[in-house]
């Protein structure tokens, strides 16, 4: 990594946040541009400061998740990872669709929301695959509209939806199969693309259900 990634922390528990900050900042890969407890200051730390990343919870003054939206809205580049205690599908559901980047539960290891926090940055969505797999089961059969974008997918693009499926990394899944992670990047957005979906999550949730929907 040839800078540190610029992260600002909104959660309105201070021992938390401070918790955070010093697990990020001892890793040297992390640099703390701001902190702040409401989604007003929320708002502001995105506006001012342009962070690489921002971490929201969903539980704030001002609700979390209602800031998400406007904070894409004014910067499109913004990156939101929501770390929070909410287990809600309808919460998880609002982040992903507003526009976050990944969504994560508290009491998550250090070392796992470092790496997390840098594949984010890099472009991927992250969503664990438990929480994949409740939203799946707590959500309606998709559309036979919906369903049948899957059947548009290559052989290729199933595969490595499949192993989105899974939580697997782009850099993992390039692995896995022998390709450049460009190459795999470039697969996901067309498989977004020709799902009419916004992120790989969804897409993941997509395929599982028209797959139970053919058993």
């Known amino acids: 990594m040839n800078r540190k990634l610029r992260v600002a922390i909104v959660d309105d528990h201070p021992l938390f946040r401070a918790g955070v900050a010093r697990s990020l900042e001892e890793t040297g890969d992390f640099e703390i541009l701001g902190e702040g407890s409401t989604a007003d200051d929320a708002k502001r730390l995105a506006q001012d400061l342009r962070p690489d990343i921002l971490l929201l919870d969903v539980s704030l003054p001002g609700g979390g998740l209602n800031v998400v939206q406007p904070i894409i809205a004014e910067n499109p580049s ?69 369903r049948s974008g899957i059947q548009h997918l290559t052989r290729r693009e ?39 979906v916004t992120n790989r999550t969804e897409a993941a949730l997509m395929l599982r259900d028209t797959r139970d929907a053919q058993q």
């Open 158 to 196: 199933s595969e490595i939806l499949e192993l989105v499926g899974l939580g697997l990394s782009n850099k993992v899944i390039a692995g896995r199969l022998e390709l450049e992670e460009k190459t795999i990047k470039h697969h996901m957005t067309r498989i977004l693309s020709k799902l009419g």
């Open 78 to 146: 913004q990156k939101i990872v929501m770390l929070t205690v909410s287990e809600s599908n309808e919460d998880i559901s609002k982040a992903l669709t507003s526009g976050a980047y990944g969504y994560i539960l508290k009491g998550i290891g250090s070392r796992s929301l470092v790496e997390i926090l840098k594949r984010v940055s890099e472009g991927e969505q992250y969503l664990s695959p438990v929480l994949s797999a409740r939203l799946l089961s707590g959500i309606g059969k998709q559309s036979d509209e919906a």
